[in-house]
């Protein structure tokens, strides 16, 4: 965002599959806040583990210290007064309550810069982000490499037997896949096949 005058807050989100380097892009964005000297607070839910009890990390092995939320309002209670940008990562798995509190920030004068993904293992829309989409300032949509064919991904394809919407993992779990190799039946087809094996066996 360029040409913002006085201290008029905002909101940017940064969405896309998993491994599309929203991770990445935010820890580049608030590692350039920090250069300019500005005040920074990083926020994460604590549902992700999937590296390091707290920190951001992308896949790629950047890290930045960050500070665990288990929910949206958490965070409207650790944020300081004096902070001016806010960064918060995984954004999908903070809840609706998400939306009122960025609002909230940005009111105050603060850029608040949210990254998750806008859609789940079906690839059906992730709530709330793509209400936060609707809402904010600026948005980027990053996309990953097809594993299986290397062109643009915008799925996350989940590869274990699950219905669940949220599943917590990385390596094995969950790839990039584009629109054409993307297989949405494919973690509720390994249920099918999991309880025919058991049925046999018994
Ligand atoms: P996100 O936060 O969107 O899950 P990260 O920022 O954590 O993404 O990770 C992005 C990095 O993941 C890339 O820079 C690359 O090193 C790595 N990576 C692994 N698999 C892929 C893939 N299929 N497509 C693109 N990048 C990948
Ligand atoms: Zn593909």
Redesign the pocket.
Known sequence: MDIVKGNMGWIEV?V????????????RRLRRAEIARQRVQIFKPIIDQRYSTNGI??????ELASDLVRTAEDILVKVEPRTEVVGI??GQFLGEGLLDVCTKMADLGKRVIV?G?DTDFMGRPFEPMPRLLAIAEEITK??????RCGNP?VHTQRLVASEELIVVG?GGMY??RCRRCFEPQLATQKIEEGKKAAAAHS
Do not use: N, Q, R
Not at 16 to 27: H, R, T
Not at 57 to 62: C, E, Q
Not at 142 to 147: D, E, G, P, R
């Open positions: 940064v896309g599959p998993m491994f599309s380097g929203k991770s990445e892009e935010l820890i990390v992308s896949h790629s092995g950047l990562d995984e990254t993904l990053l996309l990953a490499i097809c594993v991904a990385a790839e990039a």
